[in-house]
């Protein structure tokens, strides 16, 4: 296999040596770039405010990344989170949440385990199991339970990157009975609750990286999780994910009725958009791309009323596989997703990271997994593919913030 070499992000971004960095030629690299087919107002904002933070060291400039599977999974995300932490001001992390409590995959970048009988239904997922109101984190777990907590640790590579010193508490209980509280030594820790985006705001005594968080539940009563942000307050730039395995935009839209009131905990400078997979895992006849652009415009809409200066940039589908009732078949929806991304770009002044191109276009998944970058499912990369994924990402925003 002829190879190309990942050349400038590998050496800006992470010092790795460029020519220990070959890629494979289903690769497209040169493909890799942000386009605007409209005005880049938006984003040209974004960046003077990165360039503010780190001119100055004051402040937080605010990413949101949206998205199902390729976002839950963690790798991508956080791969662009690293990235852009190592060319800026670090922040915070953003959300947390125990989803091993729904038995799905999890981030295994920070830990975080939960005591007491929980039922965590999925936004995605019809169950018999009485549902709760989501939010920006896509799930909520739901105990009476009166032993119930919820511990976290953020490094768990023994290092001391991630500290905070408050931590908010995302949920609400059956009735002001019901409330998290979190014990430091012998003391009791109380909460500053704020009604706007109805959390529970804990100051802690001192800067850590692991806190538990237990609740107060009478019998008869119960307390609903819905996530966990850890704070340090300092400048630089916070990263927030959310993603749910097989989310499409109704299932944010229609099913998060929360969503646009805890955005206003994001109030995100930059929306990385990457929902798509699943609202186009239909045949071409059914797959309606004026709906699709109806949703994305409530979606943009909602953000905007929130964060009126927040940039915008699509990530189109990868080539990919969908499931079907007899085992799988090709989602010829790729180019008809990035066709309408595209318009939407023009119309909102967004920009757009053409991931369909930078696999290849039509029928190019296969390469992929035979690269080992792309799963046997030929929907989901694989850890490697997620992380050049991520890198590729990277290189697009910062090459073009060079080049403005």
């Not at 289903?26 to 503010?52: I, M, N, W």
């Not at 009604?195 to 009563?221: C, K, M, N």
Request: glycine residues 8%; hydrophobic residues 40%; neutral net charge.
């Amino acid at each position: 296999m002829t190879a190309r070499r990942l050349t400038l992000l590998a050496a800006l971004c992470f010092g790795i040596a460029a020519s220990a960095q070959p890629l494979p030629d289903c690769v497209h690299a040169e493909a890799s770039v942000l386009l605007f087919p409209g005005s880049r107002t938006a984003q040209d904002l974004f960046y003077a405010k990165l360039d503010t933070l780190v001119a100055t060291g004051r402040g937080n400039v605010n990413v949101w990344h949206i998205g199902g599977s390729h976002v839950q999974a963690a790798f991508f995300p956080n791969r662009i989170m690293n990235g852009i932490d190592s060319l800026t001001v670090r922040g915070d992390r953003g959300f947390l949440f125990p989803l091993k409590l729904a038995g799905t995959n999890y981030d295994k970048s920070y830990s975080i385990s939960a005591t007491g009988e929980w039922e965590a239904p999925i936004l995605t997922r019809n169950s018999d199991l009485r549902r709760p109101r989501y939010g920006v984190t896509g799930y909520g777990a739901r105990t009476a339970s009166p032993d119930a907590s919820v511990g976290f640790r953020l490094n768990v590579d023994g290092s001391s990157r991630w500290s905070c010193e408050s931590v908010r508490v995302l949920g609400y209980g059956s009735s002001d009975r019901a409330y998290p509280y979190i014990l430091c030594l012998a003391d009791t820790l109380r909460f500053d609750f704020e009604a706007a985006t109805h959390s529970y705001l804990f100051d802690l005594p001192a800067p850590t990286d692991s806190v538990v968080v237990r609740f107060h539940i009478p019998a008869g009563e119960e307390f609903t999780l819905n996530g966990l942000q850890p704070l340090s307050w300092r400048p630089g730039v916070n990263y927030f994910a959310s993603g749910v395995n097989g989310a499409a935009l109704p299932s944010w839209l229609d099913k998060c009725e929360d969503l646009e009131r805890d955005l206003q905990l994001v109030h995100p400078d930059l929306a990385i958009l990457a929902v798509g997979i699943n609202d186009s895992a239909t045949s071409a006849r059914e797959f309606k791309p004026e709906k699709f652009k109806e949703n994305y415009r409530r979606l943009i809409e909602m953000v905007r009323r929130v964060s009126p200066e927040c940039a915008f940039i699509f990530v189109t589908n990868n080539d990919s596989y969908r499931y079907v009732r007899r085992g799988m078949a090709w989602n010829a929806n790729g180019e008809a997703v990035r066709q309408a991304m595209l318009e939407l770009a023009e119309e909102y002044g967004a920009g757009v990271w053409d991931l369909y191109g930078v696999m290849g276009g039509a029928h190019t998944v296969e390469r992929w997994r035979d690269a080992g970058l792309a799963k046997n499912d030929r929907l989901h990369f694989t850890d490697v593919g997620y992380k050049l994924l991520g890198d590729l990402f990277v290189e697009a925003l910062m090459a073009d913030k060079r080049n403005r």
